[in-house]
């Protein structure tokens, strides 16, 4: 029925309203979903818990530290958050066994470099989606990409801070981000990626039952796009701060 068998979820409480009364009873039938329909088949799903912790110069708790990318993401960090991976800035909750165990290790974590998890998931052409979710969040993994393309209007930036383990113990570690050289004044826009991707058919929207919808593009076919869409305009993903 899918065309991978690895999914990055952005979602928002919008994707989950058909499959409940009350937030809790959604995200509860999310989750059950999940593994009814992806990883029971042999599919890993990875749903974003971004921190942004180091970023925010705090320390990043595996366990408590809130995830900033929506209500469903967090409780879904509260409720499952030994599948959490050690990444402070951008974590994700990995339900199945598609992702090396390396993602959960507390390291020095390169957020979009060559071993990060980001690039495993382009590796295993995974899809990027939408589940309700407005596209400037959901295109974070885009990053990797222009990274790959060495685009001149970002850079490496270091972040330090320390990591607090399952068992309490805390880790100091640094965090690269390859994030916005400001003096470019851009900012990032995706609106118009998300827009032209679906208007050339490379976008697909899957329907589940008529109560869970999602829409999303395979990384590898992202990056050809993007790629093309750079050679012609090379601030094609950036707009004037």
């Not at 885009?142 to 113990?169: C, N």
């Amino acid at each position: 029925m899918f065309p991978t068998n690895t999914f990055s979820f952005h979602i928002d409480l919008l994707g989950v309203f058909r499959l409940g009364l009350s937030n809790e009873e959604k995200v509860r039938n999310f989750k059950h979903l999940i593994h009814t329909r992806f990883t029971s088949q042999g599919a890993t799903v990875l749903i974003p818990t971004y921190s942004y912790s180091y970023t925010a110069k705090e320390s990043y708790n595996i366990q408590e530290s809130s995830s900033k990318v929506g209500f469903v993401t967090d409780e879904i960090r509260k409720s499952s958050c030994f599948s959490r991976t050690s990444d402070p800035i951008f974590s994700y909750c990995s339900f199945g066994d598609g992702i090396s165990k390396n993602n959960f290790l507390i390291k020095d974590h390169d957020c979009f470099g060559s071993n990060s998890l980001i690039s495993e998931m382009y590796q295993k052409n995974a899809m990027i989606c939408s589940v309700g979710a407005p596209w400037h969040r959901v295109f974070t993994e885009v990053h990797f990409l222009e990274k790959m393309l060495e685009m001149k209007y970002r850079k490496d930036k270091k972040f330090y801070g320390k990591t607090i383990a399952y068992d309490g113990t805390s880790h100091k570690t640094c965090a690269t981000f390859y994030c916005r050289d400001y003096k470019y004044g851009l900012s990032s826009e995706h609106g118009k990626l998300a827009k032209d991707l679906t208007d050339d058919g490379v976008m697909k929207t899957f329907n589940i039952d008529d109560k869970f919808e999602f829409t999303g593009v395979l990384f590898n076919e992202l990056y050809e796009y993007v790629s093309y869409k750079v050679k012609k305009d090379y601030f094609y993903l950036c707009k004037e701060s």
